[in-house]
């Protein structure tokens, strides 16, 4: 909202002396926060003064142009109270005219600096000017020609057309919707400075006498006033005066016709939205209903709109013209003949207002203003105040007929016991405060022993709990004399243990040389593709946003190695080789037939609360990696190591490890990963994830390197399998090593015969480690050599070399009967 | 060890006299110290003080002189091989010394090879700062409360005093699911997170809740579709708008110093009322950049603005289970995000989310 502090100043009876920051400072203290300060005018310097043209000769010249040579009186601004001369090209204004006169030593906007100088064989000593140097817009090219009696030769200019001022541009929350008007932000601004308040909806007005235009009202609801009010014999050529072109411009609003711009003013003065209708187009009764389904409306815009059975119309004998509140219909429009105007001052149902505008897609400075709530109590004074402007400037006549449908609700009452606002925002303030600040905001306050009554004020419709009134004391207090003091916190538990291990698993992955992305959830169904999922995969069961950003990611991802692979192509394309990602976020799997509406006046129910969650869909966290390139670089030490499936094997152990756990691996074959190289991770028995290689073809068409691993588990699943470690009990007897090579069927996993060997070893055995596989003679075509280091210890005695042996031999034994493992020599 | 001589020849027992042992010990001394290394001064040591050095042999001598002749000459030539003894040590030490220096020298390395054999891991700061604030509270004795992104239409709005016509709701461009009739949204703000605190924990509650929340905002430099909040929430008895302002202050004094507060400006939340915007002073300009030069961090205002925050509606409290006649309670949000460009200089939002390894990696481990 955009204030005019010389509007302002119209109604709240600001001292001289305060400036537009000290106004700022005290409006954004009360709420109304300030965005910035335009000061328009200010660039213009005088002398700029009042002048009556004397003479004016035409002198052709040689280039074609006719050049006017003037006297000009401008009293005694130019020190001697001759006449001055002055040069001028343009030629809308004759002998007799007021116009504005800058003197040599004047700067108009731009930095134009004025001097007399030498021109067309004359010294002109100033400038004669045009609305557009005067900055005050580029509407019209000639020069301004003021009003006969604006004033005399040699009055200042600066102050006479207020040529200078400063415009406030404040923030309104939706919740003080009576500061879009000058009225409220002059009612805040006096408050603000402790200052009187003359409210310009106080004017007298003629009571409603049943003569006015005839309106029935279907819907008092939606519709609880509607004031109608007619002017005859409207001059539609009539122009807009400056005065009002030039506050309206201030606000932001551009000139369009004197019976618009009048009902413009009137909103930004009062607040209330006025709708003015060509009545000599109207036909019969106006109303007002709901739409009925089917019917149809174009508005002032030009668009076709297809109503709803919620939107409020206007109506007459020939149909909807208009949609009330918001915006009205074509066929009823004002336009360059309009002599009679229908005006239109109505209270609608905000709720309605926001509705209809959200489904028609309309924002209007009116729209605004109807949704949150004007003052239901202004209709009357608005609607005067329109009629009397368009008669004034328009020369047009009221009509005698005043039409008042319906009357505004009765102002309501909150009760609050007087030290609720001294409770609530622990400031110490004294009831007679409490009691003052209210009145101020206009509340009528009767108060009892402990408790007071405020009626609110009919423009406060954002007014209705005890809280609402601690607020208005509170910001009248200051809200910078709130004290700071901390709340007396009980002992507090800490982090759960999941939040504790899910930050210990992004340390573990820093520090396993893993950077952590953050990337946006959203997918659509050509990523999935293009990891290959099968038709039934289960991460094709996805949510969908109804207003996705983008029309190619509508989905909700069921898994986080879209985005992650993304980052990693990213990466690649700013020149990075060697990567290793991670990403710990949620992913959505949708569930349940929807989640209730419920009411808001108590808590849900246990059911009501049980079905709310049932329905909000399942949202483990993930952990996802990624590593492609080196996984150990290259250097003047030696050769560095390509990345492979393995470590995205590891780096899942890795984790599982940091939070107690020991991951056992099966092959799986789960895209995206190569149906080769897929390892499936569980805990328990339980499966927690995949790990292995991209599939090539994914990483063609993805853009990542050959060879990319990755990885992705359910980190819920893992953190909640998750137990306190155990202290080991260990033997610090000696231990025994012995090694065994074993030949078995090439596609064994060497997981399954590490099982069968520490099954057949029995509990002699304290570890095993595979150090070397080995295909090729002299193993035979299609098997395939594992060795393995066992080493031995008893808890209670030193083993003896039969104990080992015994131990070793079983274990070999168990192999070769369970997978025809032949020791190799 | 030589017994009494019993061959006496007057002319052997010469080298006993004191010139023959000077010569000796001058001899012994001279190849000490022109021993060049630990192996020649092996050598010396044998050669001159071994058993079967001049010196070692004139001692054998000694028993061998008259009786009034060996209290003398024994005390010359002991003289002499301790001079030699303490010589040879000596030396010893001195090349030891230079033995080690040498060794020293030769194994020198260029210390300033690189050793970047694995790349640098790091975490994301928008983590770390998360986990920072929250640490501050915790530190306090609140606890970490979490919900999900997609959340239950009702708990992202409805609980939260913004009803279905609310005109609030246009202030949030809300990600909408499908079907409509299932009202789900992604959340809008960590607020839900607090309804939820409410209806699953008793009062006392102060919980604190960083999350990542959705907004439809086109994405560049300063807006994102996904960003992160932090919001703190107290139920208690007799809790004040003071509680809320002393809990702030002692969060913003230790994530940016002391002294660095709070002030508060009327505002409109529909979760709170009274409700207040939040904002910081200026910690590079500790406020004075009104006064003095420009600074970057607050734009010249002096004030950093935080966040929104104020007194839990009781409307909400209502629809959490919460009394309001027993109890009250504070809410704030801020945004994680903005408080990361701020106070670390972030100037594009998309550096966040582009996942870029450069920008996480300038972090270190920890904010
Ligand atoms: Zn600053």
Redesign the interface.
Known sequence: MKAPLSWIREYAALPDDVTADDLAARLTALGLKLEAIERPGHDLTGPLVVGRVLTMEPEPQKNGKTINWCTVDVGDANGTGEPQGIVCGAHNFGVGDLVVVVLPGGVLPGGFEIAARKTYGHVSAGMICSTRELGLGDDHDGILVLPADAGQPGDDVLELLDLRDEVLELEVNPDRAYALSLRGVAREAALGLGVAFHDPAERDVPPADGAGPAVAIEDPEGCPVFVARTVSGFDPTAPTPDWMARRLALVGQRSISLAVDVTNYVMFELGRPIHGYDADKLTGTVGVRRARAGERLTTLDGTDRALSPEDLVVTDDSGIIGLGGVMGGQTTEMSATTTRVLVESAHWDGPSMFRTGRRHKLTSEAGRRNERGVDPEVCEAAADRVVTLLAELGGGTVEPGVTVVGAPPARRTVTIPLDLPARVTGMDIASHTVLAHLEAVGCRVETGPDTLTAELPSWRPDLADPFDLVEEVARIVGYEHVPSVLPPAPSGRGLTPAQTMRRRVGRTMAGEGYVEVLTFPFVGEADLDRLGLATDDPRRTTLRLANPLSAEEPLMTTTLLPGLLATVARNVGRGAGDLALFEVAPVTRPRGDGAPILGVDRRPDAAEWEALNAAVPEQPLHLALAVAGERDRSGWWGEGRTAIWADAVETARVVARALGLELTVRSAALAPWHPGRCAELLVDGVSVGHAGELHPRVCRDLGVPARTALAELDLDALLSRAVPARAPEFSTFPVAKEDVALVVDADLPAAELAATLREGAGPLLEGLRLFDVWTGPPVPEGRKSLAFALRFRAPDRTLTEQDTAAAREAAVALAAQRHGAEQRA | MSGPNSEYDPVQVTPLDEEHVEAMRVAALEAVQGATDLADLKRVRTEHAGDRSPLALANREIGALPPQARKDAGRRVGQARGAVTQALAARQAELEVEAEARMLAEETVDVT????????????P??MLS?RI?DVF?A?????A?G????????NF??L?L???H??R??QDT??????????V?RTQTSPVQARAM?TRTP?I?VVSPG?VFR?D??DATHS??FHQVEGL?I?SG?????????L??MLGVLFGEGI????????FPFT?????MDMVCFVCRGLAPAIEDCRTCKGEGWIELGGCG?V???VL????VDPDRY?GFAFGFGIDRMLMFRHGVSDMRD??????RF??AFG?DL
Request: negative net charge; charged residues 25%; contains cysteine.
């Open positions: 090879l690189p050793w970047d054999r694995r790349p640098t891991g790091a975490r994301h928008i983590t986990e929250a915790v306090m004795g609140w606890e970490v979490e999900p992104l997609v959340e239950a239409e009702w708990l409805d609980a005093n009803g279905p016509d005109p609030a246009t202030m990600f909408w699911t499908e079907p409509a009739e299932h009202h789900l992604l209806l006392p102060y990542r439809t086109e994405y579709p996904m107290v208690d809790i004040t708008m003071a509680h809320l302002r002393g809990s202050d002692h507060r709070t002030r508060f400006r009327p505002s409109y009322e009274p409700s207040a915007e007194v509606n009781p409307r209502v629809a959490c289970g009250t966040m989310f582009e996942g870029d390894v996480s990696t481990s």
